[in-house]
């Protein structure tokens, strides 16, 4: 891809960071939201359905991180 100016470039940057940090955002809640399924689950509470929120935001968070890095180039 190329780009003819710098505000594109910036413009892009700005999209690849916030991606990032949203996705960065979501691993940090999802983890223990996760880890806290799987004891809730082994526990009396309601352990698989927040086993099942916390993987989902883990997966995306990490996904999300993960293609902000590639598109950075």
């Known amino acids: 891809m190329q780009f003819r100016s710098w505000r594109n ?11 990032r940090r949203l996705g960065r955002g979501l691993v940090a809640v999802g983890l223990p939201t996760t880890v806290a399924g799987v004891a809730m689950y082994l526990l009396p509470g309601p352990g698989f359905p927040l086993l099942v929120l916390g993987m989902s935001l883990l997966v995306t968070g990490l996904v999300m991180a993960v293609a902000g890095k590639d598109s950075d180039r």
């Not at 470039?9 to 991606?19: G, I, M, N, P, Y």
């Open 9 to 19: 470039r910036a413009a892009l940057h700005r999209w690849v960071t916030s991606e």
